[in-house]
């Protein structure tokens, strides 16, 4: 089967798992999984020496010696320079160094920014986090982005909650509310969820009220809430709006619409009218200069008011978290985390190691020989570019 990015944590859990038991068959389940052998044999046995944990990280592929590592000279000119001129990035650099130093060999921008990196030259606050690539969803609802538009324009602490569809770029709701409470953002998206279906995925930033940063995977009662409807969730990446690009997009066309119109974005009417008009009429040229609504339709995955119990498979331990989100297993006491207090988690036994699911998402992983309870990697989604 294709090998889906967006499920990357959850299928090498599945792998490793299968690959395991008893009798499996190595060349049967890569096929199945759509990977090599030789990756295939890597997972199992990181899985099997450091967890399910080491499985999801990527290791670096750094080679462990640099034969073409920039001489002593070069990394002093290219200090030099940079503490000059300190605002300059790595082309400008690049062209003064060697100008001023002829007899130093010429490098790439790409070399010239791996010296500053490794010498400490390079504030956070100017670091561009460039994208592993750009991708675009398969079909409606497999992705939604979420977000509050920015205050310009709208006298307001911010604008209208907006959610927009990744594949198609619907734009799905945008609405002002009373309050950028969980509640009032609650019942905005359950009215999208009754008409609209729910989607697969929800992309969100690091905001009120859906994300908590004394959580160790930012969720709060509104995450916990759309979890409990069977949609994942995944974080942008910090400080890069980039990774919501295509509802950023759609807020610089709102933008635009606002000041040249001079239209009262502070009426919901005006901003239903832009809706209309952007998903029905406006040619959009990021999917063939055609309207999001001839590309999408409603999903057919339909909202459960009531948010039953999520079923886990039968072979599994089903357990009831207590009041701090812990439970009590092989006598002893195991943390899973507060934002779930009161909800059923979901425990897959291998053996002496223990995965622990809340809903379809994997989130600890206990060693019961070694008493190690680990937080289970985000989703490598969450660093891709929309």
Not at 136 to 153: A, S, V, Y
Request: hydrophobic content about 35%.
């Amino acid at each position: 089967m294709p090998w889906k990015r967006v499920q990357m944590s959850e299928e090498r859990i599945r792998f490793v798992i299968e690959a395991s038991k008893a009798g499996s068959c190595m060349a049967a389940l890569c096929r199945e999984f759509g990977i090599s052998r030789q990756t295939g044999y890597l997972w199992l046995k990181r899985y099997q020496e450091g967890g399910a944990a080491i499985v999801l990280t990527e290791l670096s592929r750094r080679p462990h010696e640099s034969p073409q590592r920039a001489s002593e000279a070069v990394v002093k000119a290219i200090r030099e320079a940079r503490l000059l001129r300190p605002d300059w990035g790595a082309r400008k650099l690049a062209r003064v160094i060697q100008a001023a130093h002829p007899e130093v060999p010429s490098m790439s921008t790409t070399t010239l920014h791996r010296v500053l990196e490794r010498e400490g030259l390079i504030d956070d606050r100017d670091r561009q986090q460039v994208a592993l690539q750009r991708f675009e969803r398969k079909q409606p609802n497999e992705l939604w982005q979420m977000d509050f538009k920015g205050p310009q324009g709208f006298n307001k602490s911010s604008g209208p909650l907006s959610i927009l569809d990744d594949f198609s770029r619907y734009l799905v709701v945008l609405r002002h509310l009373e309050a950028n409470n969980s509640s009032n953002v609650k019942a905005a998206m359950q009215a999208a969820f009754e008409q609209c279906g729910l989607p697969e995925y929800l992309l969100l930033d690091h905001g009120k009220p859906w994300y908590d940063s004394m959580n160790p995977w930012g969720w709060t009662e509104l995450t916990v809430w759309i979890l409990r409807q069977g949609i994942r969730i995944t974080f942008s990446g910090i400080r890069h709006p980039q990774t919501q690009g295509k509802v950023e997009r759609m807020h610089g066309a709102l933008q635009r619409a606002l000041r040249k119109r001079k239209g009262d974005a502070g009426q919901q009417d005006w901003l239903d009218a832009f809706r209309e008009e952007y998903n029905q009429v406006r040619p959009h040229e990021g999917i063939g200069m055609v309207p999001p609504a001839t590309r999408w339709q409603p999903s057919p995955r339909q909202f459960d008011p009531d948010g039953g119990e999520w079923e886990y498979p039968s072979d599994w331990k089903v357990i009831h978290l207590a009041g701090e989100g812990q439970f009590h297993y092989a006598s002893k006491r195991w943390e899973v985390s507060g934002a779930l207090r009161g909800q059923l988690v979901g425990l897959q036994v291998d053996g002496g190691r223990i995965l622990v699911y809340y809903c379809n998402m994997p989130v600890r992983e206990i060693n019961l020989e070694t008493g190690v309870n680990a937080r289970l990697p985000g989703d490598p989604f969450r660093l891709l570019r929309c």
